[in-house]
């Protein structure tokens, strides 16, 4: 008798993944339904099983878990091997992790932070779901990249994520350049993360990089009771200066 | 005696908009605490009055509005008049509408779908926000956009959204060709979006001008119960078909 797959489900997580001393409230971030849902699944592929554990502790304070924190199956997504092509073990690695949705069971795809999927490894096992016939289910929750496109006011008509600029310093400038001379071409805002404790440096980079009339957007612990959402221009932001916590996600937005 | 500016508030809305007969429950798509914040605004700058109250209808079913849904303030983003550039007038209309802000009030800003000022008009409002000193506060709630990239299994690394594409045949295959090209020397994948009455001719389009290798990516009714993503390359889908509704909503990503 062959059972029917169950669904791989893309389970947003909160933002505030690393922070100390300031959460968001689950409740001002995830639905209710989508909390229930959480509460549900039993399977977990997940970016980091740890911080997997800390978000299902937290769902659990209001949507009791339908399987005890401790019985959870979590499984990490294989990390790529730097340098190496994607190879057949690769893919066997990808398609064992669908075992549970391939036996019938529902499978929660889940990230540090965010929408999982999108600016993470995740994509290649929705990838693999497809092939596999599995129906994936998106569930509704933060995207730190959307939030800050939103609230920047800058063109939400015509936007891009290109993922994370290098780091030595003068490939970094030459590709703010790039970005910058397409989104003057195109009218097109161009979304940049860093890792936190690199936001001061890619917002000297930024400041003495981009032009005087490139308008800058910086949104900093979106989601958080103290988050904030700055626009002006990049002579403006190098006049008035606003400092950047070096442990606080953000999110950079920038129109040329 | 001044008063400290209120806060514009992106307020997202669900994205069943337009559709007869289904409805996503509004619990599973936006957090209590969203429902909570909507139900204490009011006043509103909203994409669509009607649609704005058919929206606080909704809230007030669980979350009791603080105004009644009769005396709510409501008020319509100004429409850009066809081919006339912005001129004084303009920014004074963006200007008026953010009053009960500068009065001290929090002003919610609404579209008729998704999150406000993405793929909308009213990002213009939000830069008037950051000129005039008051602060962006934006909720978190659906957005279709990245629900359907996040669900395709397309690289979610690296992707753009350029808005519509031309409606007359020739100019929206000349413009498909030129996304195909950038997402192949890019690894980008490009999200498009079109009104639904149109999604079989852009289904079309697609399929017949896209190459058979490129992997395209369809999300229809995202976050209703009959929702549903299917990704696969341009020669399967050809094989197969799929009929898509012409009333629900659809996204289209690609990954050449």
């Known amino acids: 008798m062959s059972t029917a797959p169950g669904r791989l489900i893309l389970v947003p997580n909160t933002l505030d993944f690393g922070i100390d001393g300031e959460q968001s409230p689950l409740d001002a971030v995830l639905p209710d339904a989508v909390l229930t849902q959480a509460a549900r699944i039993s399977h977990w592929a ?153 936001n001061a440096s890619l917002m000297q980079a930024l400041l003495s990089t981009l032009k005087p009339q490139t308008r800058l957007s910086i949104s900093c612990g979106l989601s958080l009771p103290s988050g904030w959402t700055h626009t002006a221009t990049v002579a403006q932001w190098n006049q008035r200066g606003r400092a950047l916590p070096d442990k606080v996600p953000a999110v950079f937005a920038l129109l040329a």
Request: aromatic residues 4%.
């Open 46 to 198: 997940a970016e980091n099983a740890k911080t997997t554990r800390a978000f299902l502790k937290r769902v659990n304070a209001s949507h009791p878990l339908a399987l005890p924190l401790q019985e959870q199956h979590i499984v990490e997504l294989p990390r790529p091997p730097k340098g190496r092509p994607a190879d057949g073990d690769d893919e066997r690695a990808w398609m064992t992790l669908l075992q549970p949705a391939l036996q019938g069971r529902d499978l929660g795809l889940i990230s540090e932070a965010g929408m999982p999927a999108v600016a993470d490894p995740g994509a290649r096992l929705v990838a693999a779901a497809h092939a596999a016939g599995i129906p994936v289910l998106p569930l509704v929750g933060p995207s730190s990249l959307l939030m800050a496109l939103a609230a920047s006011g800058l063109n939400g008509q015509s936007f891009a994520f290109v993922g994370y600029l290098p780091v030595e310093a003068a490939a970094r400038s030459s590709r703010l350049r790039e970005l910058e001379t397409r989104s003057a071409r195109e009218q097109q805002t161009q979304l940049i993360i860093e890792t936190p404790y690199r």
